[in-house]
């Protein structure tokens, strides 16, 4: 923040030097929380060196894990593990993102199924559904919710996001490979780091285990490695 100017007659003009990218969709969010009250203005300053990576989202995608057309049904399910993009009727595709997960994975699901019809009625069968309206996105919002494995789809109708690797077993052997890498990382550096301490000079001499102990368990570490790293 580089400048706070209280004008006494309720307005606070708050001026900040910001990366240009960070405000990608920042009016959105901006708006909301101002309640359509503030009022924002952002003008070319000078090129610096680069800030590192931004905060993204903490919340996941849900991801259509099939094509056709959203059925009402469906939704009443899908509604419930957060917002909604579609609307029934809408047609949508395999790994087209359809509404955000309100936690932090994705999560691929089935918004055209049907209701299986039966020649049995019973009282309160043939009531519609209740559907909360669904969250247009523009393409200001949709490059804001976009992560580092998605894109947005701009067409005169409409603006879509999407997986960029659109199959979901190909997504999901993608999401296994990169957490066992991590796996690895981890126990790569624990075993340096218990190399490291038990290797320090600046231990006492008495709490110094014997070396025939010390290759036991650096064994051990390093057979528990070679068999996540496989």
């Not at 903490?58 to 099939?66: A, C, M, N, Q, Y």
Request: proline share 3%; hydrophobic share 35%.
């Amino acid at each position: 923040m580089e400048q706070m100017v209280n004008h006494g007659t309720g307005w606070i003009r708050l001026d900040y030097k910001v990366p240009s990218r960070g405000l990608i969709g920042f009016r959105t969010e901006f708006l909301t929380e101002t309640r359509g009250t503030g009022l924002l203005h952002h003008v070319f300053d000078s090129y610096e060196p680069w800030f590192g990576e931004l905060r993204t989202r903490g919340t996941g995608s849900l991801v259509s894990d099939r094509m056709g057309a959203v059925t009402s049904y469906a939704l009443a399910g899908i509604q419930e593990r957060g917002s909604i993009f579609v609307e029934p009727g809408d047609e949508v595709y395999e790994g087209m993102v359809i509404g955000e997960n309100s936690r932090s994975d994705d999560m691929d699901v089935n918004c055209v199924r049907e209701k299986k019809l039966t020649n049995m009625r019973a009282s309160g069968t043939d009531d519609s559904e209740k559907l909360i309206p669904p969250k247009k996105l523009n393409m200001e919002g949709a490059l804001e919710f976009c992560r580092e494995d998605e894109c947005v789809e701009v067409t005169p109708a409409v603006v879509r996001i999407r997986k960029v690797t659109l199959d979901g077993a190909e997504r999901a052997r993608a999401t296994s490979r990169a957490k066992k890498n991590n796996q690895s990382q981890c126990v790569s550096l624990a075993l340096f780091c218990l190399v490291v301490r038990q290797r320090s000079p600046l231990q006492q001499r008495k709490d110094i285990q014997p070396l025939s102990l010390q290759r036991q368990k650096v064994a051990q570490w390093q057979r528990l490695f070679q068999r996540l790293s496989h």
